[in-house]
């Protein structure tokens, strides 16, 4: 009886002390071991870490009791802890490809340009629509390309394809790819129906030995023009404040990114009729033709500003591609498609491009880029 109530005595002793633990006393020793070494103590107003062998945790006068106790927060050796379980094959995603490789609807463009640049031509027949001397060929392997011969007026190749080299050094991937390659003007005349044929004696630019430079351009399977020149939905969405739907995201991102494609270039000839083209719901920049040229005192660049203002904010990616424009390497690729006047007239456009984006992020920090 004596031996029971000793017992009893001593039981209820060790409860009332191990109720004095406001933690589990499980999870306690889970956790919160006694702290080992002190190296690499680093601490600061409410926080104390540890070093290697753990963490103190110090908070309010809470942490106070903890400190003397020197409790450490348990971090199990590097060797204990589990390598990550792979996911099943079945639920891994693809791995991402990283690949800045320029492509144009799906194709590499440097292999597009392989072929643009060289294969032979089987066939070379009109292209109609447009005002400027224009040919469609079709190669020996079956694929085609829209070709502007060097003429006296309406266009310019060299713009063509000085065009799609800024499109790509802007990381556009919606101009169709192009290169300079050289014709007969024979070769270009042959099979063509009398008023062209005469068309081409009278303007096309022919060297001595009967050559013609040309801007070959990938040929876009169902190209449709979108006659945006002629509808006027997407005028007042370019304005700030103006919510966009969004079902109609992507057009105006393509707008308003076309605008300033067109303002670096100083392509007026945009909305002239026939110029706003798409293909599978996307927009394609076709007929670059009429950019650079003569702009005596940036008059010409002053009057496009005008029409790049018709956007007040413009996608992100296209704002930080013209921030980041590699100039001295695009200078170097355009090499003689560009005049050293048409550069420095560009160069200005970079320029007050740049100025005015800045102008609108500081209007209107949240909505100049989208
Ligand atoms: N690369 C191309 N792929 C498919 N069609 C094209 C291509 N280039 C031009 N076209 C067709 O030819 C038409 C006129 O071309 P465009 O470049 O606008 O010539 P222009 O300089 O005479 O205005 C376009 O509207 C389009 O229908
Ligand atoms: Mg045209």
Redesign the pocket.
Known sequence: MKFSRIFILSFICSLSVVGRSTSSPNVRTAYLQESGGSTGLLQTAGLQLRGSTGMTVQLGSRSEALLRRRPTLFVPPISEIPPLEPSPADLEPAPALVDARPRFRGEYDDEILTKLCSLQVKSIRP????????L?VMFTDGS???V?PNQLR??RYQA?VAAYKLAKALGLSVV?PSCVRTFTKEALQANMPKDLRERMDQELVVDDKGNVKTAV?????G???IKLEQADWWRPLLKQGEPIPSGKHKRIAEISTLLLFDYLLLNF?RWSG??T?EADGEM?Y??Q??SFGPDKKHGHSRLMLKTLKWSERFPRSIAQSLFQLDLPALRSDFGDLVSDDEWESFLYRVEHARAYIRTLKKQYPKEALF
């Open positions: 292209l109609g629509g447009g005002s400027s001397i224009k469609r085609q390309a829209a502007k309406i266009t063509e169709p351009i990938q040929w876009v399977p190209l449709r023009n000839d026939g110029n083209t394609i076709i007929d033709g009429a």
